[in-house]
């Protein structure tokens, strides 16, 4: 599975973006797709993820700010960031999974300046 970022950029603190995530696959077929970031020096955190299973869950830090959706038509993955701040700033990545397998998009830069 390919998967292709896009919709970083550089915002101020309350603002929003609209990141996307192109797969080469039926994103529905995918059991799980979630959003990660990362920033220098930390691991890679999970900001939120779709499992066939459970749902949407969110990190608490962005609950109620991040809306994670798919549109099946378009194979994209979608990440609504409302009410940015600046700890949000980090490189976003899209990720899949498949079985034991892994799937990771290029990243995407999200700055947030005070």
């Known amino acids: 599975v390919q998967l292709q970022a896009s919709g970083g950029g550089l915002v101020q603190a309350g603002e929003s973006l609209r990141l996307s995530c192109t797969a080469s696959a039926s994103v529905h077929t995918l059991p799980v797709v979630a959003w990660y970031r990362q920033t220098p020096g930390k691991q890679r955190e999970l900001v939120a993820s779709i499992r066939h299973d459970f749902g949407i869950d969110y990190a608490d830090s962005v609950k109620g700010r991040f809306t994670f959706s798919r549109d099946n038509a378009k194979n994209t993955l979608i990440l609504q960031m409302n009410n940015l701040r600046p700890d949000d700033s980090a490189v976003y990545y899209c990720?899949?999974?498949?079985?034991?397998?892994?799937?990771w998009g290029q990243g995407t830069q999200v700055t947030v300046s005070s």
């Open positions: 990720n899949a999974r498949r079985g034991n397998l892994y799937f």
